[in-house]
């Protein structure tokens, strides 16, 4: 039970790198640092959308409208951060 609390934390920590990885590309791609139009940017965007959307979807939804700042990926980062660190510690304890 504990090697698969071990592989779910790392998921977790695997998917918050994904969640930086977007958060700063589409930084990169709002103020025109890389070029949209390039075939490989658009695949690295398209896969980082498609991993990132139906999490970041819903907290949008949920979330009141702050104009231009976009707070969805900190909501989930901290969501992802609770998980591991209240959530699966207890499971571990309690396996243990």
């Known amino acids: 039970m504990l090697e698969l609390l071990n592989f779910i934390n790392y998921v977790i920590n695997l998917y918050s790198y994904v969640v930086f990885a977007a958060v700063?590309?589409?930084?990169?791609?709002?103020?025109?640092?890389?070029?949209p139009r390039n075939a490989?940017?658009?695949?690295?965007?398209?896969?980082?959308?498609?991993?990132t959307?139906?999490?970041?979807?819903?907290i949008r939804r949920a979330l009141p409208d702050f104009g231009a700042?976009?707070?969805?990926?900190?909501?989930?980062?901290?969501?992802?951060?609770?998980?591991q660190s209240v959530v699966l510690t207890n499971l571990a304890r309690a396996v243990s």
């Open 24 to 35: 700063i590309m589409s930084f990169l791609l709002a103020f025109n640092v890389i070029n």
């Open 40 to 51: 490989v940017v658009q695949t690295i965007w398209t896969t980082l959308t498609a991993l």
């Open 53 to 58: 959307e139906p999490l970041l979807g819903p």
């Open 69 to 83: 700042i976009d707070l969805s990926p900190v909501v989930l980062l901290l969501g992802l951060y609770f998980i």
